[in-house]
Every structure is written in C-alpha cells, then in structure tokens.
C-alpha cells in the first residue's frame, strides 16, 4: 500500500495509489489494482473483477489512465486511456466497452473528491457534475471536443460548484432536475458543512424529467428521476454506445448509498428510489458514483446492504 501526494486532493488508496499533482492519483484494489498519476485529477486504476482482476492505470495528464478487469488503462492526456476492453492511448485514449470509441474520463474535484465524468462520443461530450474546478476541467478536455450538455445528478455544490465556469467556457446546455435547481443555485454559499464551492449554479437551460433523454454522439442517457438524497436527484442510465453505464450520483455508493441527512433528504423516498434501481438496472451495469470507486450492479446486489 503506498500513498503520496503533493497538491489538493492527494492520493486516494486502496490499493496503490500515487499523485503528483492536483488531486492526486487514485488507484485501488480489489485483487490487484494499481493507479498512478502525474497531472492534474492523476491516474485512476482498478482491479475490479470476479476473481481475476488486474487492472492497471496510468495517466500522466488529467483525468489520468483508468484501468479496469485485467486490462491496460494509459493515458498521456486528458482522459487517459480508459481500458475496460482494450484500451490504451493517449488523449481519449483507447476506448474499451463503449462500441464506437466512446470516451470516459474521470476528474476528481473539489474538497470532497466529487467525481465529475466526462464522456465523449462521435465528437460530442456530456460532463456529468462538475463540483468545481470549471475552467481547469474545460483546459484538460481534448480538443476538438464539443461539450453539449452540462447535467447535474442533484443540485449539491460539491456536484454543481463548476457549472458556471464550464458553460462559460464551452455554451454547453446546463441540466438538472426542476426540482434541484435552486439548490443548485447556492452551491457557491457555505453548504450546511460549511464547505463551499466555486460558484453558484446558473439558471438551468434545460430542466429533466423521467423519461428524457439526452444524446450525446451515439450514446443516449435516460433520466430515471431518483428522489432521497435530494428531492430532485437523478440517475442517467445509458443506451446507444453508453449501454451498460449509469450515472448515479449520490444515490448509491460502492457498499453504501446517499446521506439523507442534508436538506431535502428523505430516507423513505431513498429506499423507493433504491427498490426501483435494484428492479430496473441490469446487473452488467458500471455505476459511476458521485465519489468513491465505480462498480457494478452485480457487485452492489451481492455486497451492498442497502439493495441487498
Ligand atoms: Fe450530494
């Protein structure tokens, strides 16, 4: 187990993790995983698998290499190479799973590591949370990229605190759940914790419902509202070339699932909303979490105690 770090958000370890710099690397194991990072969101490894996982991850730029299931993640650049399947490359890197070379990428932002997800394809990008760090976020992007939509999984700052830089930056489409957004509109104000983050949520361009779906290149996302954790909390659940991966927020962690103790909370609305996501999501899905590790809902039915 090594740790090190030397800038904000340092090294998160669970297995080998290693930063150099901003937000440090992030790598973890579950048989043998092994992350490391020189740049700026540092290199995120996995080994994360049914009994055979060797994942690896490298990233020397931001959002660093991404390694999962006895395969190769590197990266060189933003984004980093995202092996899941076959991935190796440098900026948006090598694609894996998604079909089509869709990107995923990962930047670990703001005082509580809120991971902000960016996912790229045919040219087009969705940002999933930006909690802070706006402009830097928009700086490490690929070039050539078109962000199309901004969308928020619930209206936290520590989720939403670098919308307004990045729609500044880019003219992305900004989202999020009707019900969120004012919240979201405070995120630059000390939270309940007193933490506070780069700024306050613009105004929403576009608000989302059930049922709506945004497409970004050929992968879809489709908003399943999922109230608890704030009362207008979503999860994105993809299609297209993003079949099989899901945005959740802070709905549902790796062992454990969304505090209901901050404002707009609700512990009863939580447990429908988690009842619904145990029913409809397939257990082959990536969960991509608002912090902590991505999983799997296979994983999630078996180990953790709020589905299980
Ligand atoms: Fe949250």
């Not at 930063?19 to 992350?35: A, I, M, P």
């Not at 700086?139 to 050539?144: A, D, K, S, T, Y």
């Not at 995120?187 to 306050?200: I, L």
Request: glycine share 24%; hydrophobic share 25%.
């Amino acid at each position: 187990m090594s740790e090190h770090d030397n800038c904000c958000c340092g090294g998160h370890d669970h297995g080998h993790g290693h930063g150099d710099g901003c937000c440090g690397g992030h790598g973890h194991e579950h048989d043998h995983g092994h992350g490391h990072g020189d740049g700026c969101c540092g290199g995120h490894g996995e080994g994360h698998g049914h009994g055979h996982g060797h994942g690896h991850g490298h990233g020397d730029g931001c959002c660093g290499g991404h390694g999962h299931d006895d395969k190769h993640g590197h990266g060189d650049g933003c984004c980093g190479g995202h092996g899941h399947g076959h991935g190796e490359g440098g900026c948006c890197g090598g694609g894996g799973c998604h079909g089509g070379g869709d990107q995923v990428g990962i930047f670990v932002v703001g005082p509580i590591e809120t991971n902000c997800y960016v996912y790229i394809s045919e040219g087009e990008c969705l940002v999933v949370d930006p909690g802070n760090s706006g402009q830097a976020i928009f700086e490490h992007l690929p070039e050539g990229v078109s962000v199309k939509y901004i969308v928020a999984t619930h209206g936290h700052g520590d989720h939403v605190g670098g919308v307004k830089a990045l729609r500044e930056a880019t003219g992305a489409k900004y989202a999020i759940h009707a019900a969120d957004a004012e919240l979201a509109r405070h995120a630059g104000e000390p939270s309940e914790q007193g933490r506070s983050y780069d700024d306050n949520a613009p105004d929403p361009d576009l608000t989302l419902a059930e049922g709506d779906v945004i497409e970004v290149g050929s992968a879809t996302f489709t908003v399943m509202e999922a109230p608890g954790h704030t009362p207008g909390g979503i999860v994105l659940l993809g299609g297209g070339t993003a079949e099989h991966m899901c945005f959740v927020g802070d709905t549902l962690f790796q062992g454990s699932c969304g505090r209901t103790d901050l404002a707009g909370g609700d512990s009863e609305q939580l447990k429908a909303t988690l009842a619904r996501i145990k029913r409809e999501v397939p257990p082959e899905t990536n969960l991509m979490c608002g912090h902590g590790e991505i999983t799997t809902m296979e994983d999630e039915l078996r180990n953790n105690p709020y589905l299980v």
